[in-house]
């Protein structure tokens, strides 16, 4: 079965400086998806990123880049220029791509980040 | 295009009672998963389900739980004589037909027993 380990429960970041969150995960399998998603204290799951096992480049979105690297099974996620309106829970979560099976997302426990002003 | 909407967003039940969640899927949407957070946890997997067939309830508990998406309606889950164990949120979460697609999530529903 799936994995997914989120080391920091809590970190904190100065506005408009950079972090970094960090996600590892364990499988067997050789095709899946990978996601940052950003829970805000409104409880919403909102989907920051994704990334495709099969493709090297990293995907970034705006402010958010990841580094994945899937020889070492690390996926973590990068926050450039950190807002205010960054500071929620973020979950790294797997998905299989193999298809006939689940699409059920596997989730770490997250990472309550912390936005100072 | 409304988003995935549940309802209640609260839902207060003594034990004993029956708890029951709706999940009205994103227009278009015929797929529907949902997954239970506990306290200071990642969201845990619980049923796929697509209309009228449940695919993969491989974290369904065995008893007390069940879960539906018939064809006119939302999907409901179920909790028979909750717990206090049963205390969570519980977000519902669709996407349309077809592999590759994005899954959107509702804002869950927060289930306190007393």
């Known amino acids: 079965a799936q994995t997914v380990t989120q080391s920091q429960p809590e970190m904190s970041v100065q506005e408009a400086e950079t972090v970094t969150l960090s996600c590892t995960y364990d499988?067997?399998?050789?095709?899946?998806?990978l996601f940052w998603y950003k829970q805000p204290p409104s409880r919403q799951m909102i989907l920051v990123i994704r990334?495709?096992?099969?493709?090297?480049q990293n995907a970034t979105e705006n402010r958010f880049s990841v580094n994945f690297q899937k020889a070492a099974k690390s996926f973590s996620l990068k926050i450039s220029d950190s807002q205010l309106g960054d500071a929620a829970m973020y979950f790294c979560?797997?998905?299989?791509?193999?298809?006939?099976?689940?699409?059920?997302?596997?989730f770490g426990k997250g990472t309550k980040l912390t936005v100072n002003p | 295009n409304a988003g995935v909407m549940q309802n209640p967003r609260h839902l207060v039940r003594r034990r004993g009672q029956e708890a029951r969640l709706r999940c009205s899927p994103m227009?278009?949407?015929?797929?529907v998963y949902w997954y239970r957070q506990l306290p200071e946890e990642g969201l845990k997997f619980m049923v796929y389900?697509?209309?009228?067939?449940?695919?993969?309830e491989s974290g369904m508990p065995k008893e007390r739980f069940s879960a539906e998406f018939p064809k006119e309606g939302p999907s409901i889950l179920r909790i028979q004589q909750v717990v206090r164990g049963d205390s969570a949120a519980y977000f519902c979460?669709?996407?349309?037909?077809?592999?590759?697609?994005?899954?959107?999530f509702g804002q869950g529903t927060r289930l306190t027993v007393v």
């Open positions: 979460a669709s996407s349309p037909a077809g592999w590759h697609t994005e899954a959107f």
């Open positions: 389900l697509q209309k009228e067939n449940i695919i993969d």
């Open positions: 990334q495709e096992a099969y493709k090297q």
């Open positions: 227009k278009g949407h015929s797929h």
């Open positions: 979560a797997y998905r299989s791509d193999n298809q006939g099976g689940s699409e059920k997302l596997v």
């Open positions: 499988t067997s399998e050789s095709d899946y998806y």
